[in-house]
């Protein structure tokens, strides 16, 4: 742009005489630099100024509209895609741990009903198994008794039996001893009368 300014103030600047022979160029400022205004803000250059202005913000403004912005527009839209796209991805991963969780819940609550049921089962047949061999035990202890009270009381009979045969052999012995010999049917009876006191 900076060149096409360039070229609209030196066509419009008149170009300056060569000096004749043997005289010398004056210049319009004694310090040598170029004189009138500067070029931008010379009215005489606004048109050219506005027609370039004209054709660059067109060309910029066709330059946005046709390339630029649809590129920025595709990428905005690209990454709306890809956030919804995450979005939806999130809930349904946020959905499947819902439902996993909903499962564990379950097998873990099927999990602690079973093992109470087994642990039930398994305490009622404990039960049951202790209960039958306590019976069995008692059972087996009621008929030990019953033997014991009937070997006691055979040994009782055989004993009783023995104390009399004892009483009778130790009161003849000391009866014949102390009195002289007495039948053994005197000496059974008087054991006999004895013992009925």
Same mark, same amino acid.
């Given at each position: 742009?900076?060149?096409?300014?360039?070229?609209?103030?030196? @066509?419009?600047?008149?170009?300056?005489?060569?000096?004749?022979?043997?005289?010398?160029?004056?210049?319009?400022?004694?310090?040598?630099?170029?004189?009138?205004?500067?070029?931008?803000?010379?009215?005489?250059?606004?048109?050219?100024?506005?027609?370039?202005l004209a054709i660059v913000f067109i060309?910029?403004?066709?330059?946005?509209?046709? %390339?630029?912005?649809?590129?920025?527009?595709?990428?905005?839209?690209? =990454?709306?895609?890809?956030?919804?796209?995450?979005? &939806?991805?999130? @809930?349904?991963?946020? &959905?499947?741990?819902?439902?996993?969780?909903?499962?564990?819940?379950?097998?873990?609550?099927?999990? =602690?009903?079973?093992?109470?049921?087994?642990?039930? @089962?398994? %305490?009622? =047949?404990?039960?049951?198994?202790?209960?039958?061999?306590?019976?069995?035990? #008692?059972?087996?202890?009621?008929?030990?008794?019953?033997?014991? &009270?009937?070997?006691?009381?055979?040994?009782?009979?055989?004993?009783?039996?023995?104390?009399?045969?004892?009483?009778? &052999?130790?009161?003849?012995?000391?009866?014949?001893?102390?009195?002289?010999?007495?039948?053994h049917d005197e000496v059974v009876a008087?054991?006999?009368?004895? #013992?009925?006191?």
């Amino acid at each position: 742009m900076t060149w096409f300014i360039s070229q609209a103030y030196a @066509e419009e600047t008149p170009a300056t005489a060569t000096p004749a022979a043997g005289t010398t160029a004056t210049t319009a400022h004694e310090g040598g630099g170029h004189g009138g205004v500067f070029p931008p803000f010379d009215p005489s250059t606004f048109p050219s100024q506005l027609l370039w202005l004209a054709i660059v913000f067109i060309a910029l403004y066709r330059l946005m509209s046709k %390339r630029i912005i649809p590129q920025i527009s595709g990428i905005i839209e690209a =990454r709306a895609a890809a956030i919804k796209a995450d979005l &939806e991805q999130a @809930e349904a991963s946020r &959905e499947a741990s819902e439902a996993a969780g909903a499962a564990y819940a379950a097998a873990l609550a099927a999990a =602690r009903a079973k093992a109470g049921s087994i642990a039930a @089962e398994t %305490r009622n =047949r404990v039960n049951h198994d202790i209960d039958s061999n306590r019976r069995a035990a #008692e059972a087996q202890l009621a008929d030990r008794l019953a033997l014991a &009270e009937k070997h006691v009381d055979d040994v009782k009979k055989a004993a009783v039996g023995h104390v009399s045969s004892i009483a009778i &052999e130790t009161t003849n012995a000391l009866v014949d001893s102390l009195i002289g010999a007495v039948s053994h049917d005197e000496v059974v009876a008087a054991v006999a009368a004895a #013992e009925k006191r």
